[in-house]
């Protein structure tokens, strides 16, 4: 189609056909014109109404319209299908890896950690009196907060009262009087907790004086075997010596368990504890035990401690166990919170007081008792 025809009259044969006789200076009318007129000429076609004006809703080229609207394109041109198939969704990234996380405030427990040992050394190479005291604040605070949590968990009241009493009884006679004095301290507290308990109603008895015995014996009695330790001519390294590889102990576990980790150890009763961490624990006790016997302990071998720090990784290991398993009864993840970053008192003598006893003796054995 010519440019001409855009508002040009219409000329014969346009339409089709025709019946009148050529225009002046055409060609003569008649079928053969007719025919060859039409193989030379093309219908307009017919522009819907709806077609907007150019510019105002086109693309920039003429004749081609914007996505919707009516399109001039070839209809041997492959046609897209009415219903396509919806396109798979763009994969997403993969979330970045957790790191492991320790569950409690590193810094707070650095802290607190550094504070208590710098009060422990200080008292145990001043004077042994005093750390005696230490010992008895130690267990009167973790009386304390096992008889409550005991009350609030379990509705068993444990009395406190004489358990503190006869506690404190039973440490400073453990260091005076030896382990003859800890135990008649011990009866003693074991009677006055029967007694105690017959001023409440007869109803839980027999189950409120069966904890509180037991609260005597854990707490301050195996306490008591840290001051006969400390009542010794060489007491205050002998104690730290127990102290230093019960930390080590536990950092070693830590340390290899949260790094290397995948065995569980006890999964009902202790999640977090691995196999790996319990290798951890003894070769780090056992390398600090050999170090420690032999220079910190007169008379002391390397072989010596070698056994020491085997028995204390292992006694630590199974007591952190007994309070998890104590801890998972009353269902509760700390014993207390008077210690940012660790709990309470309880939460950091439970690998101490079944070590003790174990620390103790074989010291006994291997050196005397002074």
Known sequence: MNDSSWGAPPQAGYWGPSEQGPVQGAAPAGPAYDALYAQQTRPMPIVPDDVPD????????????R?????????????????PEPMP?????????QKKSAGRDL???????????????????????????????????????????LDERKGIHAPLVPLAV??????????????????????????????????RPPQDYLRDVTAGVFAAFYVPFLATFVAMMLAADDGPWR??????????????AYAVGWRFGRTKLAPRISPG???????????????????????????????????????????????????????RDLGIKDMGTLLPGHGGIMDRLDSLLPTAPVAWLLLVIFVGSG
């Open 107 to 149: 810094g707070a427990a650095i802290g607190v950690g550094v504070g208590l040992g710098a009060v422990i050394v200080a008292s145990l190479f001043f004077v042994k009196a005093v750390f005696v005291g230490v010992i008895v604040v130690a267990v009167v605070v973790g009386l304390w907060e096992l008889t409550k949590r």
């Open 273 to 327: 504890k691995t196999r790996e961490g319990l290798v951890g624990a003894v070769t780090f006790a056992m390398a600090a035990g050999a170090l420690c016997t032999h220079f910190l302990i007169d008379g002391g071998a390397w072989w010596q401690g070698l056994l020491l720090g085997l028995a204390v990784a292992v006694s630590a290991t199974l007591g952190d166990l007994g309070e998890s398993m104590i801890k």
């Open 239 to 252: 104690v730290l010596v127990f102290l230093i590889l019960t930390v080590v102990s536990d950092t070693g």
């Open 67 to 83: 996505q919707g609207g009516p399109s001039f394109r070839d209809p041997t041109a492959p046609t897209a299908p009415q219903n």
């Open 166 to 199: 006869g506690g404190a009884a039973m440490v400073i006679a453990g260091y005076v009087r030896g382990a003859d004095g800890a135990w008649i301290a011990m009866a003693l507290t074991a009677l006055a907790v029967l007694l105690w308990r017959m001023t």
């Open 89 to 97: 969704a763009a994969p997403q990234p993969a979330p970045p890896p």
């Open 54 to 65: 150019f510019g105002a809703d086109q693309d920039d080229d003429r004749g081609a319209g």
